[in-house]
């Protein structure tokens, strides 16, 4: 039976091999930003709801992981998790059954509801973003709700850090020519001391954004941000996922590199890597949410191309 919330495992420059949980319609967010790989928002919203039965997602869980050993089981996919209502409950339900740890990744917008709060502490790791701390900037790059500021973010951020016990990591996206002056890194680091995540993760535009206005930073800049932000900053951008993880990830780098010979099916992936089709169909859709690979049609029959949409 084909999968409709579980995606993956797949390789995470931050985790390593993740299996994902894709708790929201694909692109309700809370923001609509200019270098998310899963394209514009067409549900932009801060009321969180029960999309799905918790239930059957935690079922999903359950059976993917007969399959397959994740590094980090990761609450992510096409939409904002924290607008899940029944967070805590997949969050719970899927500690019940396996050791593997349990990762949010977030855009962190909502943290200053005291209900959402709530709902986040029993995950292990705790990712949200935070790229900067000017209003005009911030609205350029995430495009949110009139009523959602910068202020009201980061305060969620710190009333975060004061509540939850597990780690943070908190990703920065660093757009060329929007957020990367002097000026905008020196606010920045203001507002990550006061939040004081266990890890500060920059990282900047690496596959087909939303907006082309969303430029990628150059290497030089990266790592003269990562001295000024301190001990705790590191630079995730093509960060390797380690020999280890390689190899038990194995099947999906192959399926990448043949696609970036020669458009493929799923029922061509599930044939070369030895995996049921509906295995391969798991991997594809955490493969098309991080922007790895692009999809076709051609004849009625969808074959699947490199992430920049080129074969060859």
């Not at 995470?12 to 309700?28: A, E, M, N, W, Y």
């Not at 904002?80 to 899927?94: C, H, M, S």
């Not at 951020?157 to 990591?169: A, E, F, N, Q, V």
């Amino acid at each position: 039976m084909a999968m409709e919330y579980v995606f993956g495992p797949v390789p995470s420059r931050r985790l390593g091999l993740s299996l994902g949980v894709d708790l929201i319609p694909p692109k309700t967010c809370t923001f609509d930003c200019l270098y998310c790989e899963v394209g514009r928002t067409t549900e932009r919203t801060l009321n969180p709801k029960v999309y799905a039965p918790f239930q059957e997602i935690v079922r999903e869980v359950e059976d993917r992981l007969r399959t397959c050993r994740p590094d980090v089981i990761t609450l992510a996919g096409s939409g904002e998790p924290t607008l899940y209502a029944d967070l805590e409950k997949v969050i719970d339900g899927i500690r019940e059954i396996t050791d593997i740890e349990v990762a949010l990744l977030t855009n962190g917008s909502l943290f200053w509801q005291e209900e959402i709060l709530q709902r986040v502490l029993n995950a292990h790791i705790i990712l949200p973003t935070l790229s900067s701390v000017f209003e005009d900037t911030f609205r350029k790059i995430h495009r949110p709700p009139a009523e959602l500021s910068v202020e009201t973010v980061i305060d969620g951020l710190i009333k975060l850090r004061d509540m939850y016990y597990g780690r943070i990591y908190l990703e920065t996206i660093f757009l060329a020519g929007i957020n990367d002056s002097d000026e905008e890194i020196a606010a920045l680091k203001i507002a990550i001391d006061a939040i004081n995540p266990d890890k500060i993760q920059l990282n900047t535009v690496v596959r087909p954004p939303a907006d082309l206005r969303a430029k990628c930073l150059d290497m030089k800049r990266l790592k003269e941000i990562k001295n000024l932000l301190g001990p705790k900053a590191e630079i995730v951008v093509g960060a390797p996922v380690g020999r280890e993880k390689k190899k038990r990830d194995s099947a999906t780098e192959d399926f990448l590199d043949m696609v970036r010979r020669r458009p493929l099916t799923s029922v061509d992936m599930a044939r070369l890597s030895k995996m049921s089709v509906e295995e391969a169909e798991s991997v594809i859709k955490g493969l098309l949410i991080k922007g790895m690979i692009q999809k076709r049609e051609h004849s009625g029959e969808i074959f699947y191309l490199d992430g920049e949409g080129n074969v060859g």
